[in-house]
């Protein structure tokens, strides 16, 4: 069974609305290391923890809302 991948999703800028869901959720998705604030604004939703696997795609942004991630464009 094929995993269902989400389409890239690419802006200049960090959006205002998520496309996907409408909703004003769009936060910055972080990388390690983490100090406790980072870790706090995570628990908040104010930004997202990125995967640090190497191989792993790495968004820009992320909604909290949907969870659609969105990239920016180089």
Known sequence: MRAHLQPKVTFETKPVNCPACGRS????????????????????????QGNEDPLAPHPTWGCTSCGTMFYKEK
Do not use: G, H, R, S
Request: glycine residues 0%.
């Open 25 to 48: 959720c769009i936060v910055d998705v972080v990388y390690a290391p983490f100090d406790k604030e980072t870790e706090e604004k995570v628990k908040q939703q104010k930004l997202i």
